[in-house]
């Protein structure tokens, strides 16, 4: 019988829905419309960010569901991320509020530290000029402030090496719950989840049909010749079979769609599993980091040099 993996628990007890619907790229009514579609469905779980631009209809659409009693505040699961330009410990309290304002809530369950990068205050784009240097332990004491308030219910990290989680990790009183980053068949990250296991830190996988990055890049996962072939395999589609193994790997997947059919699809990953001759021959697929963050790395400006000093190697 398949193991159904229909929640992760964290380092603090909470327990985290193993699949989510990513938010990135919808506006407006799309993702006001998405949101109801996708808690009809049976999404409970939903992946924000202050930079996505859609909060506040997010907010619209989730107030609207709870007047009308359709779903509960306590049955959902909300993630945001703290931007880039708000990592000054004062401006950390202020980000989360305007996001609570926007999503018209009391707490979030989990706030991420977006990136490990900063930009000037007031910075949306991600410009040379706007790169400034980083000061990652201040804005995490300012992170465990907002746990320690209960605006936050579990704080975490997205897109940090092993060895950044390290040195944070050595400074936090609250150690991260969660550490966010790209994941999926074509870049599957087994040192990293190890070593997040091993600290305790869930490991959660944006991009999980490899979407985030474009058309071209989504099909470097769903067309990998192993992806497909296991699908076909055990009769599945290959989103479901990446998402599934992610699941099976023990990370939360967050894929994006605003499509009630696609939506349905993504969800169908739980009354069956992967057997582990296939897993095996995932392992097998070269790999690839699909979403780089170059617009992180300047020769002259910010802290980092190279794509490798951003990842500390690990690309």
């Known amino acids: 019988m398949a193991n159904d993996i229909r929640f992760f628990e964290l380092n603090t007890g909470a327990k985290m829905p193993s699949v989510a619907l990513g938010t990135y790229g919808a506006k ?20 924000c960010a202050s930079i996505y631009g859609n909060e506040k209809e997010i907010g619209s659409a989730l107030k609207k569901l709870f007047s009308d009693g359709v779903v509960k505040r306590e049955d959902i699961w909300i ?7 708000d990592h000054l410990p004062n401006d950390v309290p202020k980000a ?3 996001t609570l304002q926007d999503l018209q809530l009391d707490y979030v369950d989990l706030y991420l530290i977006h990136w490990p990068a900063s930009l000037k205050k007031g910075s949306i784009a991600v410009k040379p000029e706007n790169l400034t240097q980083l000061d990652i332990h201040s804005t995490w004491r300012a992170m465990e402030a ?11 990290v997205s897109n940090f090496s092993m060895k950044k989680l ?12 969660v550490n966010q980053v790209e994941c999926h068949p074509v870049w599957q990250q087994p ?17 999980p049909l490899g ?26 589609t290959p989103a479901q079979m990446a998402l599934r193994w992610g699941l099976q790997m023990g990370h939360s997947v967050l894929p994006k769609s605003i499509s009630e059919a696609r939506m349905k699809e993504n969800l169908d990953v739980f009354d069956w599993s992967i057997p582990e001759d296939l897993i095996a021959k995932l392992s ?15 020769e002259a400006c910010g802290p980092y040099r190279t794509l490798e000093q951003l990842w500390d190697g690990e690309v």
């Open 284 to 298: 097998e697929i070269p790999q690839e980091k699909l979403v780089k963050g170059s617009e992180f790395v300047h």
């Open 211 to 236: 979407s985030q990055g474009g058309e071209d890049v989504r099909r470097k996962v769903l067309d990998n010749h192993v992806v497909s072939m296991v699908a076909k395999n055990l009769g599945k």
């Open 79 to 85: 993630t945001s991320k703290l931007w880039c330009a």
């Open 146 to 156: 907002l746990y320690d308030s209960g605006k936050a219910r579990n704080i975490g």
């Open 191 to 207: 040192v990293l989840h190890s070593f997040c296991q091993s600290k305790g830190i869930h490991l959660s996988g944006y991009s």
């Open 166 to 177: 390290a040195d944070l990790l050595e400074v936090a009183r609250i150690p991260p719950a």
């Open 28 to 47: 407006h009514r799309i993702i006001e419309n998405a949101i109801a579609t996708s808690i009809k469905v049976g999404y409970r779980h939903f992946d």
């Open 96 to 98: 989360l509020n305007r």
